[in-house]
């Protein structure tokens, strides 16, 4: 499958299926120096505060929702306030909430603009985690992250590093198997390339942390994502936005995977083995 780059290079990338780990991934690959490069728009909201737009403020509003929601299913996973890391934290909203819940907050992030507008809310952010001691947290979470990290091997194997031996790893992806993804095919918002380096199923998952010695022990899908996605969708596959086709699409898609559990996006909980 071919896929464009809506968001700032216009050019195509191709993703290629390895079968071991039923895993999508994106060619050519940009250089690592090339990677920042691609994130440069105002359209990448996940690195902005901005409410101008209607789509904006009803983004920001769901997130502030999705907030709590997370908080929460971490709380019945992984009782005690400990120390939480999370690595790709953006502008910093899910350690504040975090922090207010008294939860010890660390962060990590390589976007220097989103690390200033965190700052503002008193979330410093480290670079990277190769400070950190081995066996630091209690909880780790990658909301959207890890299928924008170029080096995956290195990266579970940090995870399973600075994770304590009861700790709870929290991973939130995009699934290519959901119905919203065959329905829009290579239009499908979520393929986000080339920044999305990486296309996980179900099984992926599954499949990759085992063998780093991970055990999921719990999914969650998260039903609003199919929504934005199917939205911005529409408006790759034609040109224009069309709500009421992609909240009929969103909606049917969630229906689908309260049968088959194969949600727009899935969080994923895990423990060590």
Not at 128 to 134: G, I, Y
Not at 197 to 205: A, C, D, E, K, N
Request: a positive charge; hydrophobic letters at 35%.
């Amino acid at each position: 499958m071919v896929c464009k780059d809506y968001t700032v290079s216009h050019k195509f990338f191709e993703l290629k299926r390895e079968n071991q780990f039923d895993l999508l991934g994106t060619f050519p690959r940009p250089k690592e120096n090339e990677l920042p490069e691609f994130y440069k728009s105002e359209k990448y909201i996940s690195h902005t505060d901005s409410k101008n737009s209607i789509f904006e403020k009803v983004y920001q509003k769901v997130k502030s929702y999705m907030l709590q929601k997370k908080l929460e299913w971490i709380e019945k996973e992984k009782k005690g306030r400990g120390k939480l890391l999370d690595i790709g934290a953006g502008t910093g909203d899910f350690l504040a909430e975090a922090k207010k819940k008294g939860y010890d907050v660390f962060g990590v992030e390589p976007n220097s603009g989103a690390k200033q507008l965190a700052l503002k809310k008193g979330i410093s952010l480290k670079e990277n985690t190769s400070s950190f001691p081995d066996e630091e947290f209690d909880v780790i979470t990658m909301w959207h992250v890890l299928e924008h990290v170029p080096d995956l091997e290195d990266q579970v194997n940090e995870l399973f590093r600075v994770l304590k031996k009861d700790g709870l790893l929290v991973v939130a992806v995009p699934n290519f198997k959901s119905y919203d993804a065959n329905v829009y095919k290579e239009h499908w918002a979520a393929f986000d390339v080339p920044r999305h380096l990486y296309h996980f199923s179900r099984t992926s998952i599954q499949k990759i942390f085992s063998e780093f010695n991970f055990e999921v022990i719990k999914e969650k899908g998260l039903p609003f994502d199919s929504y934005y996605v199917s939205l911005l969708s529409e408006n790759y596959r034609n040109g224009k936005g069309n709500p009421l086709k992609a909240a009929f699409t969103g909606f049917i898609s969630n229906q689908k995977a309260k049968d088959t559990g194969e949600y727009s996006s899935i969080a994923y909980f895990l423990k060590k083995q």
